[in-house]
Structure formats: C-alpha cells, structure tokens
C-alpha cells in the first residue's frame, strides 16, 4: 500500500539527557509507532547545537506529519540545556508538570520542567534541598502504568543518581538523591579502589557473594560506608578478598550504604511502613537493587523499565498537545 | 675549616611515598643536619629505577660518609616498591618494627614494615582487616616526641587515607583507614560536584562556615554521607548556597561523616573515652581536622608534624643501625 498514510502519529517523545537523546513517535493509543537513539546527551552535541539534533532525529517523522508536536524531558531542560524548563515545586504531579511546560521558539516542541524540593525562596520547612530531572516524566510514566501506585507508594530509580521518591495521590511529595551510581564509577576509575581489579573486569554481577557481602558489610555497619570504602582494598591486601571480587564488594558496599540511608535502617523498614516498593530501571540496574533489598528484608518488590515515552504521553495529553497534528488545530480552526 | 669533619652524622633516614621521596641527614642526637626531597614517589620513578634515586638523593651524604646507614618508610616497602617489606601484625610498636626490618641488597638499606591488623592467615577476631604503611614510622616518631601519648592515646592522621589509631603501651593496638582525602579528591575531578565550583577554585578553608556547615550536616545525618553528597549540587541549584562554597561544604561533609564514624558518634565521644587525641599532619588539613573535632566537642587536640624523621631514627636504633659509621664497626672490628 504505497500510499498508506500510515498510523494516526499522535506525538514526537524525547527522553533527552547528559549521554544520550531517545526519540520516540507515539500514535493515538499512547502506542510507541518508531523509535531512534543516538549519543547526542546534552554533553556532546555534534555541531549545530540542539537544533540541528532535534531537526536530524526527528525529520523522518516530521517528513511525513509537518504539524507533530514534540515533547521532551530531562536535562534538555537544564541550564545546559536548550531551554530552560524552571523546576516545579513539590507535591508535582502530571497535572502540575503540564502546566509547567516551556516552548522552544521555531520548533513546535515543549519541554517538561524538573522538579524541587526545599528551594530557598518557597523553604517548605524540614524537606533536603534536593531536585530532578528527567525522573518526574519516568514517574508521571509510572504511574500511568500502574494505577495502584497512585495512593501510596514508594519509587527507587537506579543509576548515577538514584532517586528515592514518595508518591502520595499521584504526586511526587518527597524525594531524596543517592549518587550511588557516579560515586562508583569516579571510585572505580580514579581511586586505588579500581586499581586493584583488572581493567577488563567485568561489570560487578547483582548476585554475586562479593556483591551481596558488601551490602551486608553496610547494612551492618555502626557508621556510614565512607569509613569502610578501604576495606575493599584491605580485604585483598590481607588474603580475605581475591582482587577480581573487589568492584562487585564496593558496589555492595555503595548500594547497602544507600538502603541502609534509605530504609532508615535500622530504626525502620519500608516494608514496615506499608509503602509497596518499585523499582524504575534497566534490568541489570534493577536486578542488584532488588537482591540488595531482600538483604534489608524487602522481598515484595515490583519493576519497572523505559516508563519515559509513557510519561512524555500523558503529560503531552494533560497539556493539551495531542489530536492537534490530524489536522492541527491551528490550521483547521 | 675545610678539614671540618662535620657533625657526627649517623643516619639517612627516608620517607619514600607514592608521590614524594624526602630524605634527612641525621647526627647523633637525633637532629636533622641536612634535608633534601624530590618528587620521586614510586609511582613516578625516574629512568634508573629505585637504586638511581637512592644513589642520587642521597649522593652529597655517601660522598662524605661513605658507610653511612639509610633506612626507608612508606610504600618504597610495599608490592610495587623496591623491595617488600612483609606487614608486621598488631600489635606493633618500635621494637617490633625494628625487628622487621628488611634491607636491599647492596645499597647499605633497610626497609620499615608497614603494619596490619585482621590478617586472614592469623585472624585476630573482631579486628576490621587494615593496613598502614608509613603512617607506623610517623607514630613511632610521635610517640618519641611525646612520651606521654605511650600508655593510651589516639592518633589522627589526616590525608589521602586518613588513619585513627589506638595506642597502648607503646604499641599500635588498633587502627581504621578514612578514604577521606582521595574520595574529595576524585569527586573534586571527576564528579558533578566539582564542576559547580570555579576551576581555579583556592583549597578548602579549615574555618569557613561552608566547611563547617557540611560538619554538622554529616554529624547530625540520621545515616551516612552517601546520602548527603547530592545536597552539595541540590543546595547551589535551590539557591541555597553559592556555588564557591560547594567545595568547602563537601570537604566538611567527607570529614565530619569521618569523625562521626570515628567517635562513635552520637553514642560515645573521644572526649568521653579519655584517650588524649593527637593530630599527626601538615598544619593546614590539622587545622581542618582540630575545627572539626570541635563541632563535635573535642576541644583538647594536640598537634604534631612531620614526625617521620624523627621515627626512623628511633627505629634505626632499636635495630642497631646506628653508631656503625664512625667507623663502621664492619671496618673497624
């Protein structure tokens, strides 16, 4: 059917970050219809800036639907970035980011804002300063996707900075930043911590006993993981550890670390306080999450991945930019 | 007086470390005649190798007194070093250290031991495993310059690994290794949180309010400082805290989490223990130290510096290395 107009294209996505920019063109039942990647993070645009990334990654989709609108999270939105999308204070729902959109000129796109919490000129009292970006649009995802998160839950999002987020009525109301994953990679490539394992290591494996000892070593521990970081290099040194099982001991070491914070252990435990708990990540990044939880006791864990292009969608959908492109508004109005 | 035979020289004494060699003419009673360093650590090693720069530091010294004897502390003893020097197990003190002592072939030197604890070839039970290497020639000198930190002292002795150690009877009864100065070290390079800060942004002020600030932030954390790195991006990008002070506020977080950890805080303090607290280190991270250990309120704190000289020297004599060069009792018996 070479004149086939296609499915009704509803929505360009963009999950745009610090390494990498995903690009996904959604049809009207928030079904993903295409989807392109390329290495163009905020950190290392090829010349011609955002502009040109955006027209490349997209002009395909665009060749075919003129008037698709685009909508875009993560650190796009930054000062760095192209725009910048101001946060949006805590409780933030999908509702709240909507209405918090910023258009780029010329380009027919939107960005999402990121969110804050305990900004100094709004001080809500006891929260930590702390902010987000990209994460509010894989939670408004997330929560789309699962219904029974809506009430009350609690989200644990790996990676180089792990958030721990609170939901309460589909809204984001607290949320805490771990650097567990930047910490392990500056330890691992910069300190005498990765000098001891060798350079093809493998990634640290998220069931190993190395692994799992160090969460245990954290959890257990009186104070925090600072003062047990050159166990990793003493164990070896003193004939307890083999050097290959170092990186899989410091990772544990880091993830307890983060859970023992986390969980407030061990004064409480989130399966004491009723929260289900669900994970938001790729599968390797959640599996050692999920087994550094059972450590803690946490058995009942559900997960999650690539929850991003669904949050772009229903933010897109509660802002108002969809069922605009056959035919726009603006033109058929 | 060209015919001067000069002051009773007695012993070279080394301080070879991962980044700098410092060695020292010592006189009989004790005294540093003469002083020279270069930046040869052995991980930066000249072509020649570790022989090359034995012969040319200590060249101007052998030229004179031929038979003079050079004993070495620091990692010019471990793996990588010219010649291991097996550790010596806790506990250790000046006796024990001396009696480890391993010398290189040819070069009329000997080598300081580092120390260990919790060796799995001799498990000492409850013993975290942990090594020094250096750091056990700085306590000898210490505990020689300060007769009264023999019975029972701790030792704090800030840098790259910061050590804590317990001293009695003379002897290093128990120590624990604080990554403190490498980990603000490789998150100042190569983490997000440096880059909020100016690039040619002056070293942490041990009094600032930033610095003391993250010290209290870090001792009153319900958890470890894991959790609190992200606060020194979060707090600048809230409004919180200028960007400037981002690193005095992570360098006062790394240290009082070090010292909440250390003194058992909040549950036991140094001050309650009894035990005299003494900083061995350069006069500016002592001072960072001596501000913090007041937050935490410790305000009794001796310090001393370079202490290392004067610890190969009491070494050497517990070894019987001195009082051979005038004559050399090889020669002269």
């Not at 918090?100 to 000129?105: D, E, I, K, N, S």
């Not at 809506?150 to 309460?168: F, Q, Y």
């Not at 190993?208 to 969460?215: E, I, N, R, T």
Request: glycine share 12%; with cysteine.
């Amino acid at each position: 059917m070479p004149n086939d107009p296609g499915p009704p294209a509803q929505l360009i996505a963009l999950d745009w970050g610090t390494s990498s920019l995903r690009a996904y063109l959604i049809g009207g039942a928030g079904d993903i219809l295409d989807r392109r990647a390329e290495p163009w993070g905020i950190m290392q645009v090829p010349p011609g800036g955002f502009a040109a990334c955006f027209d490349t990654i997209t002009f395909p989709w665009r060749a075919r639907w003129p008037l698709l609108p685009a909508l875009a999270a993560g650190m796009i939105g930054s000062a760095q970035g192209w725009v910048e999308a101001p946060y949006c204070p805590c409780p933030a729902g999908t509702a709240e980011l909507a209405a918090g959109l910023v258009p780029v000129a010329g380009a027919n796109l939107w960005i999402v804002p990121g969110v804050v919490q305990g900004r100094a000129a709004a001080d809500t009292g006891s929260a930590r300063p702390d902010v987000m970006r990209g994460e509010e649009t894989q939670i408004a995802g997330a929560l789309a996707l699962r219904p029974t998160l809506h009430k009350a839950s609690r989200l644990v999002m790996p990676g180089t900075h792990c958030k721990w987020v609170d939901i309460a009525d589909g809204r984001i109301v607290r949320f805490a930043t771990y650097m567990t994953g930047e910490v392990f990679a500056v330890l691992r490539q910069h300190s005498i911590l990765g000098r001891l394992a060798p350079a093809d290591a493998p990634p640290p494996s998220p069931d190993s006993a190395a692994f799992l000892h160090g969460v245990d070593t954290a959890r257990d521990a009186a104070a925090g993981v600072a003062s047990l970081l050159f166990s990793a290099r003493a164990r070896v040194l003193t004939g307890r550890m083999p050097a290959a099982d170092s990186l899989d001991y410091l990772s544990g070491l880091l993830i307890g670390d983060e859970m023992r914070s986390a969980l407030h252990w061990p004064s409480g435990m989130a399966a004491e306080t009723g929260l289900p708990l669900t994970i938001i990540g790729d599968p390797a990044l959640a599996a050692r999450y999920r087994n550094a939880l059972a450590r803690f006791g946490v058995a009942q864990v559900d997960v999650l991945e690539d929850t991003a292009p669904a949050g772009l969608w229903h933010i897109a959908a509660a802002a108002g930019l969809l069922g605009a492109a056959h035919p726009p508004s603006g033109i058929a109005g």
